[in-house]
């Protein structure tokens, strides 16, 4: 099955990407024909610095490649290194409907956190629909919070093949099997635009000192707590084993165990997990020529596939 997925380099990628969607993009790797790209033309509705573009673009591209992306297998690439989705997503606005794209809500979140309603922001599910329908995507792997930006992309196929006659393939949403929400060190969700996160490959001591910082109750030592209304037994789900989960919840319920022993358990743990990771990491930072050649045999795979179907869509509306 074709499976595809994006993510945006807006910022360096933490433990809740990690959890809420790589590791699902990773394992589907192995059964499946994966596509999965950086998104940076949707990256670019947020206005970001061009620097700071540019180097989040090549940690991403680290980042996956140090956690596992199989490059013989995945085809992997940078999106604006694949133009002609842009030409397709031209295609596709002049058959969606405005009202489609006023109904999006995640627009008018990121309108109502303050970032600017430039056109490119408002279109930016039609060029996600142009992403997943020039690949024949399948399958699209992402989290709870995409799942209107799919249910857009069937509608402009649908709207497409009624008018010009069937050419795309309709995608269905895989919606991950979030580990829940991961919460950030201040409790709220985990998020690059909160400044809260813990990043996958930051120093080990400022994994320590962020997970340090994590903010819990005031309950005394000695009283019992609540394992579920608590930030750091969140996070200590996604890394410790279950057999060490059960004491910790044991420990929690009948007090006497400060949140302090947790926090340096769970930093413990964190920096155990990705360990094997951070060599690989450090490896590819020190040849930037290999992420690049990566990536740039990437976009020619993804270009020889983006080409037929956007000759399709270019001869079914007439432009050939
Ligand atoms: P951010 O909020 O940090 O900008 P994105 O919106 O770029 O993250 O999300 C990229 C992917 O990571 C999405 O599939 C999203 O569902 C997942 N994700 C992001 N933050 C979390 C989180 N705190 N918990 C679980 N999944 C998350
Ligand atoms: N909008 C997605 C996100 O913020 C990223 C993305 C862009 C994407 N194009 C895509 C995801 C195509 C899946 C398919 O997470």
Known sequence: MRVLSGIQPSGRLHIGNYFGAMRQHLQLQSQNEGFYFIADYHAM????KP????????????????????????VFWCQSDVPLVTELCWILSCVTPMGLLQR???????VAQGMLPN????????????????FDSQLVPVGADQKQHIEVTRDIAGYFNNTYGETFVMPKDYILESVAVVPGIDGRKMSKSYDNTI??????????????????????????KDPNKCNVF?????VASQ??????????????????????????LLIEYFKPYRQKRAELEKNIDYVNEVLKKGAQRATAVAEK????ARIAVGLE
């Open 45 to 48: 509705t947020s206005g970001p």
């Open 51 to 74: 620097n700071d573009l540019r180097q989040n673009k090549l940690a991403v591209a680290m980042d996956y490649l140090a956690l596992g992306l199989d490059t013989d297998k995945t």
């Open 104 to 110: 999006c809500v995640s627009f008018k979140d990121k």
């Open 119 to 134: 056109h490119g922001l408002f279109a930016y599910p039609v060029l996600q629909a142009a992403d997943i329908l020039i």
């Open 199 to 224: 990043e996958i490959f930051e120093p080990e001591s400022s994994v320590k000192k962020k997970v340090m910082k994590i903010v819990t109750d005031s309950t005394p030592v000695e009283a019992p």
């Open 234 to 238: 969140a996070l200590l789900k996604l």
């Open 243 to 268: 057999e060490e989960l059960a004491e910790w919840e044991k420990k929690y319920r009948q007090g006497g165990t400060g949140y302090g022993e947790a926090k340096k358990r769970l930093a413990e």
């Open 309 to 312: 179907t956007l000759k399709k």
